[in-house]
Every structure is written in C-alpha cells, then in structure tokens.
C-alpha cells in the first residue's frame, strides 16, 4: 500500500477519535498538507557519529531500526540518522575492534500521551522510517540482531569474511555482484527471501527459519562468463515446523551442495536440470513430484541419481532434500 495513504488514513482515524465527521472532512486539506512536511521531515539526514577508529567488525543490535551499510569515501567511519530522533536512540561505543551500535528500548515506544497530535503522526511516521546509514572505511565483518528491521548491504567492499544476521521479521538485502565472503549465517523467525546473485561468491551460506523460503533468479543474474567459479560451495536451509514452503526457482545451480531439511512442509524445486549435471538425494514422508515439460508424474517417497547427464559438464551439483513433500520442475 502506498505510504502517503496509509498515512493519511491512520491522521484520519486519530481526528475521527477527537472530532466530529464533519470536522474530519474540512481538516482533510490540513492533513494532506500536513503528510508531506512530516514524511520530508522524517526522511531528513543527520550526522550522528564521525570518527576515525581501528575496526574490524560490526556489532550492531536494533528493534524496528533498518540499518544500510555503504562503503565510506574517507578513512573515517560514519553514522547518519534517517529521521527526527533524538541521540539517546543509540549506544554507541568501540572496544577491541569492535565497533557497536545499540538501538535503545525507549527508541520503539511511542507514547501519544504525553505529545501533541503532531508529534504522534511524525512518531508515527518515524517508526516506518527508521534508518540508520553506516559508513564504513574497511573490510568488516558483520553481526546484526534485528526484531522488525532489515539488514542492507549495498557495497561488496566492505565485506570481510563473514556475516551473521539474527532478526524476528527484518528482510536482508546483499550486493547483487560477486562477492568474497566465507560465510553468510541468516536466522529469522519470518519468511526468508534471497536472490541467487546476492549469493554469488559466498562459501558458506547457512539459513534457519520458522517462515517460508524462497530463493530465485532474475532474468539478468547472470552478468559474468565464469559464473560458475562464484557458486556457494554448501548452502543449507532449515526449515522448523512452522514452516510451510521452501521454494527455490533458478536458472543457474544455487550451490555445489544444497541441503534443504523441511520435514513438516513443502519444498519446491525449479532448477536447470537440462544446462547442468545435477545428482539428487531426495526424501519425502508424502511422496516426491516429478514433473518434466511435458507435465508428465510419478510419485515415490525417496530418489537417488540424476535426471539428466551433460557430458560437456565436468562439475555435478549435489541436491539434498528431506521434507513432507517435494517437488521437482526443469527450470
């Protein structure tokens, strides 16, 4: 839904509760004037930190802050605040070459009680938009503990040799570009969502969840000839009991070695069986789906083997799979 509208009828509601309809109405030019000053003032930037400090990894724990990394253009670290906040909304402090970012708790309350109609809206507001900016001069790794907020990584440069991101129901985003990263670590208690690109040159990826997965391919991931070099050597998903679908659709492998546990739900596979050699353990409690482009089935509880053999490919790609029930598409 668009911001501006969810907004506008969350101020309408509020003058609902202290007015009459009729004054709802006639305060509707007030409000419309009032949603656009409020959201350029909680889209406002404001330096909260600049220093140079010896650094070689990031600590950062937030409740419904997003934070966004980007590379720094000096050799000094930056934090810029994205909206109207005060600075007792974080800790920060540098101990041993960490370097830690803390979101207060009063930073995720808001108290209408003691503000005016004004300030509520803009907290209000704040809340959706809550951001903070790092920018970092160095190679770091990263450790993020989210609730709602998400992880942004927009510059591969900053990356070190791992990142570990802990969070209820934030959303990661990675550079989508070849990276140099021995381990990604991503646990969430909501849905997971990742693109194949933003896996590209990470070792290790290891991903828990008590929501959905879904993994996927876009039509320009494949931007660079030896692409198969930068392929995750293991990626493993684990899927608790809650959770109902693991979905992966790709048109290039996901991983030398994919192991996919999700025994109380469905996993969904739409890989490139016919452009790469693929060898597939599979389990399932309710039977095992094969369709191939002529939707012709068959159903069976376990498969070992390979649909397909490319002689012209040398590498094979290892798929494991333990779920309630699977199914198997050609991409």
């Given at each position: 839904m668009n911001k501006k509208v969810t907004i506008f009828a969350v101020i309408l509601i509020?003058?609902?509760?202290?007015?009459?309809?009729?004054?709802?109405?006639?305060?509707?030019?007030?409000?419309?004037?009032?949603?656009?000053?409020?959201?350029?003032?909680?889209?406002?930037?404001?330096?909260?930190?600049?220093k140079k400090v010896d650094i070689n990894k990031l600590d950062i724990d937030t409740k419904n802050m997003s934070v966004e990394i980007r590379k720094s253009n000096s050799d000094k670290i930056k934090i810029v605040q994205v909206g109207s906040y005060t600075d007792k909304t974080l800790t920060i402090e540098n101990k041993d070459k960490v370097f830690s970012i803390k979101?207060?708790?009063?930073?995720?309350?808001?108290?209408?009680q003691v503000q005016g109609f004004g300030d509520a809206v803009l907290s209000m507001i704040n809340l959706g938009n809550n951001k903070i900016i790092i920018y970092v001069?160095?190679?770091?790794?990263?450790?993020?503990?989210?609730?709602?907020?998400?992880?942004?990584?927009?510059?591969k440069h900053i990356l070190s040799s791992q990142i570990v991101f802990?969070?209820?129901?934030?959303?990661?985003?990675?550079?989508?570009?070849?990276?140099?990263?021995?381990?990604?670590?991503?646990?969430?208690?909501?849905?997971?969502?990742?693109?194949?690109?933003?896996?590209?040159?990470?070792?290790?990826?290891?991903?828990?969840?008590?929501?959905?997965?879904?993994?996927?391919?876009?039509?320009?991931?494949?931007?660079?000839?030896?692409?198969?070099?930068?392929?995750?050597?293991?990626?493993?998903?684990?899927?608790?009991?809650?959770?109902?679908?693991?979905?992966?659709?790709?048109?290039?492998?996901?991983?030398?070695?994919?192991?996919?546990?999700?025994?109380?739900?469905?996993?969904?596979?739409?890989?490139?069986?016919d452009n790469y050699n693929m060898n597939f353990n599979l389990n399932s409690l309710h039977g095992i789906n094969f369709k191939d482009k002529d939707n012709n089935s068959s159903n069976m509880n376990k498969f070992e083997g390979s649909l397909n053999e490319i002689k012209d490919k040398n590498v094979t790609y290892n798929v494991t799979v333990d779920s309630n029930t699977i199914d198997i598409n050609k991409n």
């Open positions: 509020a003058i609902g509760i202290v007015g009459t309809i009729s004054s709802s109405i006639s305060a509707v030019p007030f409000a419309t004037n009032y949603i656009n000053k409020t959201i350029k003032k909680a889209n406002e930037e404001v330096e909260i930190y600049e979101e207060n708790d009063e930073s995720q309350h808001l108290n209408v001069p160095n190679n770091v790794d990263i450790q993020a503990d989210t609730k709602t907020g998400s992880l942004i990584v927009r510059d802990n969070t209820n129901q934030g959303e990661l985003s990675l550079p989508k570009e070849v990276k140099h990263l021995e381990k990604l670590r991503l646990s969430s208690i909501g849905d997971i969502n990742l693109k194949t690109s933003e896996l590209l040159g990470i070792n290790n990826v290891e991903v828990s969840t008590q929501g959905n997965v879904y993994v996927e391919s876009l039509p320009n991931d494949i931007f660079i000839e030896d692409l198969e070099n930068f392929i995750p050597e293991s990626v493993n998903i684990i899927a608790d009991r809650y959770s109902r679908m693991v979905y992966v659709e790709s048109s290039i492998p996901i991983s030398k070695n994919l192991n996919i546990e999700n025994k109380t739900g469905e996993v969904y596979l739409n890989l490139p069986i």
